[in-house]
């Protein structure tokens, strides 16, 4: 989990309710975690490159510490775009917070962007694989990174990021008493969540905050 931010009002996804009664009636662990978050659901940045880059920011580093980061790259570049970033000498993007590789992950987007060598109009059309694809042949960009784009910017309903320190320890929490579970344990599981698992791994991180991800 990464950076989180104001919660305007918005509609929830089209399949955000089917999705909730789907998963309480197969997972009455989890059906008791919804219900306990009765008025809040994800909602799209809608940005592409503002998604990316809050990602990377928020990559290995503390909650708060990612939005302390954001805060001072939204005065340095206003509006985070690719043209904003770019015009910015790195020592000023140093100055934000950032690593010096972040520094240069974050530039090597807004070229990408800037160049349109990343399928952005596309992206709605292809699958969630051919999305990941698409975006880990930018520096910096993982599939940790790709699957957040899917479900915080493109609302993919089925996505589960395995590797998702805060979603493992979510399980952990709920579901065996704090025991650790394997990946692949994770992701049998999660079948149960199927065709919902990102709705489902939404709901585990409200488990350990309530305050919703937001990138």
Same mark, same amino acid.
């Given at each position: ?13 089209? #399949? @955000? ?52 980061? @954001? ?33 240069? #992950? ?95 791994? @939404? #709901?585990? @991180? ?10």
């Amino acid at each position: 989990m990464m950076a989180r931010g104001k919660q305007e009002l918005a509609a929830a996804p089209a #399949y @955000w309710a089917t999705a909730k009664r789907e998963l309480a009636r197969n997972d009455p662990v989890l059906g008791a975690i919804i219900r306990s978050y009765p008025r809040i659901h994800l909602q799209s940045r809608a940005d592409p490159f503002q998604t990316l880059a809050r990602s990377i920011v928020g990559q290995q580093i503390s909650v708060r510490a990612a939005q302390s980061v @954001w805060d001072r790259l939204c005065m340095a570049a206003p509006g985070v775009t690719p043209a904003s970033v770019l015009v910015l000498e790195r020592t000023v993007l140093r100055a934000c917070g950032l690593s010096e590789r972040k520094t240069e #992950y974050i530039a090597d987007l807004a070229r990408h962007f800037e160049a349109g060598t990343v399928c952005v109009r596309q992206w709605q059309e292809l699958n969630d694989e051919e999305v990941i694809a698409d975006l880990v042949r930018v520096r910096g960009i993982g599939r940790w990174t790709a699957e957040m784009f899917l479900i915080f910017n493109l609302l993919r309903p089925d996505v589960l990021p395995v590797d998702d320190l805060g979603l493992q320890r979510a399980v952990s929490v709920a579901y065996r008493n704090g025991r650790r579970l394997s990946v692949a344990g994770l992701r049998r599981m999660a079948q149960a969540w199927r065709p919902w698992r990102s709705v489902a791994t @939404w #709901y585990l @991180w409200r488990s350990l905050d309530p305050l919703p991800v937001e990138y």
